[in-house]
T-cell receptor, first 117, second 116 residues
Framework: EAQVTQNPRYLITVTGKKLTVTCSQN?????MSWYRQDPGLGLRQIYY???????DKGDVPEGYKVSRKEKRNFPLILESPSPNQTSLYFC????????????????FGQGTRLTVV | AQTVTQSQPEMSVQEAETVTLSCTYD???????LFWYKQPPSRQMILVIRQEAYKQQNATENRFSVNFQKAAKSFSLKISDSQLGDAAMYFC?????????????FGKGTKLTVNP
């Protein structure tokens, strides 16, 4: 089954304690990205990756890191979490945009509810 | 930068009736994709329907259809014969290639309530 798997689904942590949210996809997608969802703001992109070893900042990258060492995995790292990073996080993957008519829909993980106290 | 606007924070509809959710967007690109995603209480993001900008024909998926007006930059979602399971947050999203980021740009969402 084609899917994007995020772990954990729920996480409560304390300020300053490093954490990693994992994301893995089994569809051989080149493009992967992280979004955060906050009430009244929709989803905003944090980081994205076009392919292995190629990553770049999205709209709200401060306080986050990512890596793309393998095509299937794209972990999100919070080196020193703060309460303003309390949010719902989504990982997504898709084919690269480009060929008109090619299905470029994004497949989303189940979401990670992060609370930083 | 592209923006997506959903002007209706909340909508309600009676079961079996029809409802239309509005979405407008701003872009200078000629080629792009538009999507409607549904987010039920489970939080899962589920693709409802997609539209390629180069296609003039409006997309349909069973009870879901869109009214895509490219010149007006409008992309509304019509849900026919509404069911209780349609209750969810609905997000309109744009995907282009400007700047190479290819990101999805989301509206702020419309919360749809379906009344029995």
């Amino acid at each position: 089954e084609a899917q994007v798997t995020q772990n954990p689904r729920y996480l409560i942590t304390v300020t300053g304690k490093k954490l990693t949210v994992t994301c893995s996809q089994n569809m051989n997608h080149e493009y992967m990205s992280w979004y955060r969802q906050d009430p009244g703001l929709g989803l905003r992109q944090i980081y994205y990756s076009m392919n292995v070893e190629v990553t770049d900042k999205g709209d709200v990258p401060e306080g986050y890191k990512v890596s793309r060492k393998e095509k299937r995995n794209f972990p999100l790292i919070l080196e020193s979490p703060s309460p303003n990073q309390t949010s719902l996080y989504f990982c997504a993957s898709s084919l690269r945009w480009g060929v008109l008519g090619l299905n470029t829909e994004a497949f989303f993980g189940q979401g990670t509810r992060l609370t930083v106290v | 930068a592209q923006t997506v606007t959903q002007s209706q924070p909340e909508m309600s509809v009676q079961e079996a009736e029809t409802v239309t959710l509005s979405c407008t967007y701003d872009t200078s690109e000629s080629d792009y994709y538009l999507f409607w995603y549904k987010q039920p209480p489970s939080r899962q993001m589920i693709l409802v329907i997609r539209q390629e900008a180069y296609k003039q024909q409006n997309a349909t998926e069973n009870r879901f259809s869109v009214n895509f007006q490219k010149a007006a930059k409008s992309f509304s979602l019509k849900i026919s014969d509404s069911q209780l399971g349609d209750a969810a947050m609905y997000f309109c999203a744009y995907r282009g290639a400007q700047g190479g980021s290819e990101k999805l740009v989301f509206g702020k969402g419309t919360k749809l309530t379906v009344n029995p």
